[in-house]
């Protein structure tokens, strides 16, 4: 994580001054279930809360603790004993740290995937836009780099809102399995705690409860989260490949909103660069590699090491933080982005009628020529279009092989573009529910 | 994939004789569906379905013609051709080689997922069989490798069982993930086939038509499916690392079952090793791996380019086969393993009662002591016994600061594994929806 | 590892015959030392390295015995003792199944090491001689996709053949890595066996002793290994995206040789596509994802534990298989590509002199400008020639502050492409040694 | 990087005030050659040197003007031309911004690479003491974390320092992987720049230069570093690992220092965690992560694009002070190693012999029974030990097929803990050149 590519929302997060405001929540919550259930004085569970609430806890204190106990969360409850007096040995009974830690980091995790999906709603948002905008762009489709057939920008731009929408769901459903509580004790076995202040905890914090903890919550569900973002990011960088391939001096079909003011290179000032979007393509890199320190976090110990800790540290910050800014990011270039009609067009003209050469295939096979034959017939034109920089249509009316089973007027009838966008609007329907 | 870590039926859904047959089934399904929407001869149709069923591809032949062709589905049509006879210039009209060999694909890995699914169902039997069987069976709870407090060998697995379910819960939606057909043309537009083609192929293979595709499938699916199994692989090789740890000779908790006639290493005769548990974790760390090709699979160029096609010819099988392999070892390791429980109580004490510091430490905190103070006093008495093999009960009755709080009767009454059980059935009910 | 994508003699190497053959050579070269240092007669070294060269081993029969014993260098030496007879029992005296599995795997990663350098002098020797064919053809030099500069394609495989020449390198470095032999025993510690053995055994694999084996050579060596062929691979990819690019529809400045015969798309017969590259990056994701548990393999547990093993019989081909594949096929890509000298042309035309903006750029700060203005007055009459499709030579005749600063003549003089060219033999003297 | 886990001298290579340091020197270099060629003027290079050096770079200021022109190095120069003065139109002629932030990257990771050299060397020095301290401490080998035969704790330092000193030699070689420089242009022709600027600039800064760029230095170079540092990091976990099983409470053969105050529990005052261990196994999954990106950034598209960029921001500070911290870390865990020879005898005694069951093997073979009888015998014998807890003496002398082979006498022998010390004096000559 580095403030270049930080939004400060998620960044706060995971600042030391939230992680001690949520360790203070669950061990008062935690207080507020003992009381209830007769553990601690009712009136401590209030104290407690009282003072820690007002408290304005003091991270250089608390770092100060640390370097002599060598332990996190003892030097915070022992901050916290500072402000709340005798009451606090009330606190974190039966509790284990990773009590604290790994529901602190559900919680954490939980808020930065709701910003999350509100970045990928925006984008969907853009990507809705931009798709009707330009539902009936006719543009060229190209597999493996070469002009295959006519498509529409909007159906490019439909097919990434239906990527995205299935990201969506991923998203929610990775969120729902890093929104678990643990407050079971040292081992997981509740010895020292009653389950039902981990079942308050949870409640009061918008979590569930961990099945079986094992001091800590198990961490395939981190790895599931963590793999989750991966794919997202990877789905980040198709778009975003798919931006600087259209704005490629020769393509120039799109662009990267140029603001005024703005220097594509230090040497040659004719510059005007898809920086954004090459942006994102390394910063999906990045995303996509926290996934597999998440997964061999899995492995920990028998009942746990700490192991995980230092990586969650790095990760849970810099996976989010950086995806929310790719996410945003990607979001502002959509909804920028410069698109060039007429270049598509001219891009479309630019095979001299070869893409249609799938129709005049089909038309020879419907008129009796076998699949084989057809297919040589049709490519020998083609070759000559490649070749020599022929017109495909001249070639064909002019291939007696081929008139032999075409007519004139059905060859030209074939080089129509309308053809082609005929079934735009079932797509429209089937991502959008509408066309 | 080696023949060494594969299992025959999932080997089966890879081989070139059941790929082969799935395209032919794509192809025949198509021309059902042309014909129904009167594309072409209903005749032609019954006719493709009854040669095609009935021939046996010559695979050697498909080779040798694609050997001139450079193209798998071309050459697999033409060879289809020398069965069908005329009728077969009606295949594949206005479809594209991907329309076959994605769907293919997601024939196949749906099939794949299914023996997955039925590899983890046998594995959480024997987890919850063994689970039972040990559910009252005392072992230490151990944290950084450390003795931390008792739990019992039943909630160990009963963890394992929570855990593999949830990866039963994720390769579900992994599958539905890839779950999905295209017949969709060049480009995806439906510009030569009717969207009807591609609902009926859909129906007839169990599979939901893709929303949009752009010559292929798009492959975030892919990906979070392989992400999705790197998951699964590292819970394997958290229960196969925690089988390892039991196994070592000054633990020796459990054991891998040991065959006569086995050999353990060939210098050292008496040697008995968790050879079985080590595998998995070198194949977990495989299956982990071919996620990451997975993932950079996802940025296609444009409509697609086909530089994800190596990568899922050998991720395929080998992520499958391999995952196969591994769950069902694991299950099998699972249901034979040798466990010793008079080890595990002798294990429980090899502390001299030091498991049982932090019942103290909440005693001193109940009667009074602050936590610091508590801490200190427990911690001090705890550290003689690490140091000089003390034992942890005397040294706590006479220490006159800890005697000042709490009576003998009141401390000795804290060294109590039932204690540490009591909720163990709680856990169960969690896990097993019953004790 | 599938044959598609394999080359016979580096399969060859992986093959069972091949690792017994290595196997027995181990044993017997053993055997040799253990008899020159008078532990076993002469007379029995003599007849096994005679019994044992002349057999011919069979591996139905090694697997058969290996179910039993479950253990697969027992079940060789019991087979081997099936042709050797009585002096059977000096073979594998004081050694252990690691000295004679991780010698193997270094001999076999050796040897792909050898084939490896030899793909890589092919494809440099390709490149190089590309690179002087095109040594002044004028292409135009990409950032970010966009045009910035000429240069020619030449130097474009120059740079290719430096980077290849440093992969050389770098693999030259990672055999020396894996080129050691352990025969040191069950621990490593020489109990069991004279150092001298060791030696001997070594010298005649040309092979280096290993300083410290603890049963096993230790997997900081293929972890290296592994790792450079990774680095290896994206080299690759980085060729083939080159080639991609260039073979799109719009920049056609070369393309893969498209074979007659040859059919690029089942539904449209016009297609000729950069299959070949895409492959070659399919391929290279491939080998990068090996280096990972190739990593994770060198924590074993103490003295060693086998879960390397698994991964090691899968990444042991599967990399240099994959890798030898891909090395062979990108050469014979660069041998023959087809270059397109006035496409490349009428690329460099296609800005309307804006790649000549740096020069202007210079041209106007020699003359007293501030860089700053400077870059103003340049970047105002580009964005004129984007936008609007102006002659960037008409539109800065025509601007009055720069007419302030430089002549006509002095303009016009800036629109010069062999200014680019004139250090192109000082770059190949760089690479080659000589232009 | 976070600063838990960062030492101050790493995280100043990458202040913003280094980095723009290093610009300006470049720079400056670059305008000392340009001087002396005669491109500028010689008073104009005197003044930027100057002034520059005396200059404070404002760091908010060079964001502000980088808000504006969103382009780094533009914002750089135009607050250096703030101190400059009018000869500020000198610096950067004919440069490009890669050329100064390459060099600059080039730069910094030698400077890192020479502080993770000092670490290394500070690694060594520790573990050379210990394993002289400890060269004759008898431990037990274990394969499969099960014992096999006796070794010394000195052999087990001995390796890791000879695993280090390799790291070390791969550190070596990746620092001259990345030492180069570039001063080439926009595309890498030397257009624009004389390439003896280039030479001096690189001679300044004790770099080569690098023989073709292409604006960028080629990124396989610094894949190789990553890959380098990830490989490095693989083997702090295995050393990490060693310990970590050491102090296992079964084991405790050895254990980190555990400071006065320090607790390591909030629940379990009797805690001792090896958690700086277990924090080095997740520091080097971070680090070793860092080498995919690093990878993937190597196929830039043609002459460059910027993706590598944002990897790098990040991961050239993440993956070295994370390495520098653990390399630091791992030196003082080894160097305060609290290490337990009674408990290490008390384990070689735990499995009442069998350790010796390879001697008794070899001695009956010797005594000319044949290797399969032989381990059948040894193993009958040692299994009773496993199952029964007998005494493996005992069982041998009482088994009449043993007897039948070698005399009491002989039996006895055999059971000599000096026998597997024998080489140990030639392991360390080997290791470090003296024993």
Not at 73 to 98: C, K, N, W, Y
Request: with cysteine.
């Amino acid at each position: 994580m580095i403030p270049r590519y930080s939004r400060p929302e998620m960044v706060s997060i995971w600042s030391p001054e939230t992680r001690f405001r949520i360790w203070f929540e669950i061990e008062a919550y935690a207080c507020e279930a003992m009381a209830d259930i007769g553990m601690i004085p009712k009136e401590a569970a209030r104290t407690i809360w009282e003072k820690g609430s007002a408290a304005k806890f003091d991270i250089e204190r608390i770092d100060e603790i640390e370097r002599v106990t060598k332990h996190d969360v003892i030097a915070f409850l022992t901050h916290l004993a500072e402000f709340v007096g005798p009451d606090a040995r009330f606190i974190h009974q039966g509790m284990t740290s990773s009590d604290v830690l790994d529901t602190c980091l559900a919680v954490q995790l939980s808020r930065a995937s709701d910003i999350l999906l509100a970045d990928i709603d925006a984008l969907l948002a853009a990507l809705k836009r931009r798709a009707f905008e330009h539902k009936n762009t006719v543009t060229i489709g190209r597999s493996h780099g070469i002009h295959a057939e006519p498509t529409t920008f909007g159906v490019k731009l439909a097919q990434a809102h239906a990527e995205f929408s299935r990201c969506r769901e991923r998203l929610v459903r990775a969120r729902e399995e890093i929104a678990t509580c643990a407050i079971s004790g040292a081992v997981g076995t509740f010895a020292n705690i009653d389950p039902r202040v981990e079942e308050h905890v949870a409640a009061r914090l918008g979590l569930k409860p961990e099945p079986v903890s094992t001091q800590v919550i198990p961490r395939d569900r981190h790895a599931m989260f963590f793999a989750t973002l991966a794919v997202i990011a990877s789905s980040i960088e198709r778009l975003a490949t798919e931006i600087r391939h259209l704005q490629r001096t020769e393509v120039l079909e799109a662009e990267e909103y140029f603001s005024p003011g703005q220097k594509g290179s230090s040497a040659m000032p004719h510059k005007r660069n898809p920086v954004l979007t090459e942006n994102l393509t390394g910063l999906s890199r990045m995303v996509r590699s926290y996934a597999l320190p998440a997964m061999e976090n899995v492995a920990l110990w028998h009942e746990r090491d700490i192991s995980h800790s230092s990586v969650e540290r790095m990760i849970g910050p810099d996976a989010t933080i950086t995806l929310d800014f790719a996410l945003a990011r990607l979001a502002g270039v959509i909804d920028k982005l410069v698109v060039y009609p007429e270049n598509m067009m001219k891009n479309v003209e630019r095979l001299h009628g070869l893409i249609h050469s799938q129709r005049i295939l089909l038309a020879l096979t419907q008129a009796g020529v076998s699949r084989e034959d057809a297919y040589r017939l049709v490519q020998r034109n083609a070759m000559k279009v490649w070749e020599q920089g022929a017109d495909f249509l001249q070639e064909l009316l002019s291939d007696p092989d081929v008139r032999a089973a075409l007519s004139e007027e059905e060859i030209k009838d074939k080089f129509d573009l309308g053809y082609h966008t005929a079934q735009v609007d079932t797509i429209f329907r089937r991502v959008f529910g509408a066309a």
